[in-house]
């Protein structure tokens, strides 16, 4: 599990400064425009001029007008306008359906007995609101606000170490859901011009809300029975108190990208980030 952790986030931070930085270039350079000025505009004000001047100089007004047309040089003005960022390329939004699974192999690290996502035909989804920052280079990156609801069904848990101990196994009813901030990066690669394939990594950190409640296994039954699920357990229950307030975990994501006019996206991804998940999302790009 460290592995993953390590390669997903290697992967994004290379991403990351492949997309954000090259060397020798600058975010917002200013940038010189010349502009060309009409003189005519000030012809009317000239010529208010003209006749004062014609007296001493012998010339008439029409003389005068004809050999400013043939005489005066063209004016530039430079003018300030800010450069096009040499990097960014656009922006986009999306909304997400993510549905969500733990294979029980995985829990079985830990638990000898255990509850799940997604049990009873009962399946565990989440939402996300998605900013993607997109670059000129193949890359974007991602910045996501997500709620997935982690609630698993009711059942017996009993920790590895003490499978041999069945009596110390609790039921846990729970109803925890996830908040978390996300950040990755993907490598963009297109296909054809409207449909696209990315993969990529990054990272999530976030607070878990809910609560749960344990109830202790019946002794009795727990001595003699094979399936601890076929056990009642006690009436009285306590609070649970072992899950972390807060915690996190790396990402890693594929998925393929369809775009419609230019500006509407549909994206199917799908990818590791402490369960596995399939997201399907709708948006925006501008």
């Not at 990097?87 to 830990?110: C, E, R, S």
Request: glycine share 10%; hydrophobic share 40%; aromatic share 14%.
């Amino acid at each position: 599990m460290k592995h993953i952790h390590l390669l997903s986030l290697l992967s994004a931070g290379m991403l990351f400064a492949a997309c954000a930085f090259i060397p020798g270039s600058a975010f917002a350079q200013k940038r010189i425009e010349l502009v060309d000025v009409d003189l005519d505009e000030n012809t009317e004000s000239d010529s208010e001029h003209a006749d004062y001047d014609d007296i001493f100089t012998g010339r008439n007004h029409a003389d005068s007008e004809e050999i400013a047309h043939e005489t005066s040089p063209i004016t530039y003005i430079q003018t300030e306008t800010p450069a096009e960022n040499p990097h960014v390329k656009g922006h986009g939004l999306q909304l997400g359906l993510t549905f969500l699974g733990i294979p029980g192999y995985i829990l079985d690290n830990w638990f000898s007995e255990h509850g799940n996502v997604w049990e009873n035909g009962a399946v565990n989804m989440g939402y996300s609101l998605d900013y993607i920052l997109r670059f000129k280079r193949p890359c974007e990156m991602r910045f996501s606000l997500s709620w997935v609801n982690a609630q698993t069904g009711d059942d017996y848990w009993l920790d590895k170490n003490y499978s041999d101990r069945p009596q110390l196994a609790d039921y846990v009813v729970q109803n925890f859901s996830v908040i978390s901030l996300e950040v990755a990066a993907f490598h963009v690669v297109n296909i054809v011009e409207q449909f696209a394939f990315y993969y990529g990594g990054g990272g999530w950190f976030g607070a878990i809300v809910g609560d749960a409640k344990t109830y202790a296994i019946s002794s009795k039954c727990a001595a003699n029975a094979d399936d601890l699920s076929a056990c009642r357990h006690e009436p009285g229950s306590v609070p649970l108190t072992q899950m972390p307030p807060v915690m996190g975990f790396a990402i890693l994501t594929l998925g393929f990208k369809y775009t419609i006019a230019d500006l509407i996206t549909l994206r199917a991804e799908g990818g590791f980030k402490g369960y596995f998940f399939g997201q399907f999302g709708v948006g925006v790009e501008f």
